[in-house]
């Protein structure tokens, strides 16, 4: 509404319904080196699927809205690129909260995958960043639908707004176009969707004027959920340094309800032992230079002895891998609103309102207590 400032009504509602989801334990992987830990992922590896796996897939054109719509962003939003970040975790939490919702009435949904987070992982050498959920996932007429069309009214204002000169970072989320923004940073992009109604599908693009669909020929890897790879452009390897991407992802995550990974590495340092010196050969060598008087030789028994009881060891250091949780700040709603600040209401209200650039007027927070059946 023209020139009024928005009101912002905080309401957390304690449900006592059992939780959908828990945390179970993150099992370290060895990868069999003794320098590398823990670099197995859950996540699909690229080089799982053949050079070119999309061979045998359907090929659909995208519609020209599409086309228009990626050609602008590319061209147009590059200062800003990092947002593609933020739509594809908030795409992650949407499909979990279709999810979970559904689950509500038929818990049999979940299956075995009872927890629904979002893990994110990098890999240098094949210039890959990997985004997973275990959300709802889509099937094949949902990648058609969903990743090849777009509203032809929403791209019109889409582009008139932009035109108008209005904030970039708030039109990527107001129009539904965010997937779009994968662009920015990926010369290719790879989709792996399993829904609970259809076969484990890859959807395939170089954002050109048409998209390949095919059957997964790995059958159901993910069990349920989507799976988006990003093939880097050569600008865009800031996106793989650890320390950066993590504070991107803790940036866009603060309001996600949704426990979010990232797979990190870190060095540490372990011993091992030496090998054994054969002291008798040594001392064998040695006489054959020198006469060894009797206190000498009671001295090199004694230094013989010690070395069989203590072991030599030497200190080594290794890269290893695990899964850390970005997203540690409880959601807003769950805390009291003693400890919250104002800048943190107004930073909430501003995640959840990209179309509205002004402040909220006020806000209230409370708390009511209710049971469901």
């Known amino acids: 509404m023209g020139g009024r400032r928005s009101l912002l009504l905080f309401v957390t509602v304690a449900l006592c319904y059992s939780t959908l989801y828990s945390d179970s334990a993150r099992a370290e992987v060895s990868t069999g080196s003794e320098d590398v830990l823990g670099r197995n992922t859950?996540?699909?590896?690229?080089?799982?699927?053949?050079?070119?796996?999309?061979?045998?897939?359907?090929?659909?054109?995208?519609?020209?809205?599409?086309?228009?719509?990626?050609?602008?962003?590319?061209?147009?939003?590059?200062?800003?690129?990092?947002?593609?970040?933020?739509?594809?975790?908030?795409?992650?939490?949407?499909?979990?909260?279709?999810?979970?919702?559904?689950?509500?009435?038929?818990?049999?949904?979940?299956?075995?995958?009872?927890?629904?987070?979002?893990?994110?992982?990098?890999?240098?050498?094949?210039?890959?960043?990997?985004?997973?959920?275990?959300?709802?996932?889509?099937?094949?007429?949902?990648?058609?639908?969903?990743?090849?069309?777009?509203?032809?009214?929403?791209?019109?204002?889409?582009?008139?707004?932009?035109?108008?000169?209005?904030?970039?970072?708030?039109?990527?989320?107001?129009?539904?176009?965010?997937?779009?923004?994968?662009?920015?940073?990926?010369?290719?992009?790879?989709?792996?969707?399993?829904?609970?109604?259809?076969?484990?599908?890859?959807?395939?693009?170089?954002?050109?004027?048409?998209?390949?669909?095919?059957?997964?020929?790995?059958?159901?890897t993910l069990g349920r959920g989507t799976e988006i790879t990003l093939f880097l452009k050569p600008d865009a390897t800031e996106f793989q340094d650890q320390d950066k991407l993590k504070s991107l992802v803790g940036h866009y995550s603060e309001f996600i309800t949704f426990p979010i990974y990232m797979n990190a590495s870190s060095t540490e340092t372990y011993e091992v032992e030496e090998e054994p010196v054969d002291?008798?050969?040594?001392?064998?060598?040695?006489?054959?230079?020198?006469?060894?008087?009797?206190?000498?030789?009671?001295?090199?028994?004694?230094v013989e002895e010690e070395d069989v009881k203590t072991p030599k060891t030497r200190t080594e250091t290794r890269t290893v891998w695990n899964w850390e949780r970005v997203n540690e700040v409880k959601a807003i709603w769950t805390r009291s609103k003693d400890d919250i600040s104002d800048e943190e209401y107004e930073s909430f209200y501003h995640s959840q309102q990209s179309t509205d650039s002004t402040d909220p007027l006020t806000w209230t927070h409370f708390q009511a207590d209710g049971a469901t059946e």
């Open 279 to 302: 002291v008798e050969e040594a001392g064998e060598d040695e006489e054959k230079d020198t006469e060894k008087t009797g206190e000498e030789d009671e001295e090199l028994e004694a």
């Open 42 to 220: 859950p996540n699909l590896l690229v080089d799982d699927l053949d050079d070119e796996p999309m061979k045998g897939g359907e090929t659909f054109a995208f519609q020209a809205e599409v086309s228009r719509l990626m050609d602008i962003l590319i061209n147009s939003l590059y200062r800003t690129k990092e947002i593609f970040l933020r739509e594809l975790i908030s795409n992650a939490s949407d499909a979990l909260d279709k999810i979970r919702f559904l689950a509500l009435s038929n818990s049999e949904l979940l299956g075995k995958l009872r927890d629904l987070e979002i893990r994110i992982s990098f890999d240098k050498e094949a210039h890959t960043l990997t985004i997973r959920d275990t959300g709802v996932g889509m099937t094949k007429d949902d990648l058609v639908n969903n990743l090849g069309t777009v509203a032809k009214s929403g791209t019109a204002n889409f582009v008139e707004a932009m035109q108008a000169g209005v904030d970039d970072n708030n039109l990527i989320g107001q129009f539904g176009v965010g997937f779009y923004s994968v662009y920015l940073v990926a010369d290719r992009v790879r989709v792996v969707s399993k829904n609970n109604d259809d076969h484990q599908y890859i959807w395939e693009s170089d954002a050109n004027a048409s998209f390949t669909i095919m059957k997964d020929p790995r059958g159901d």
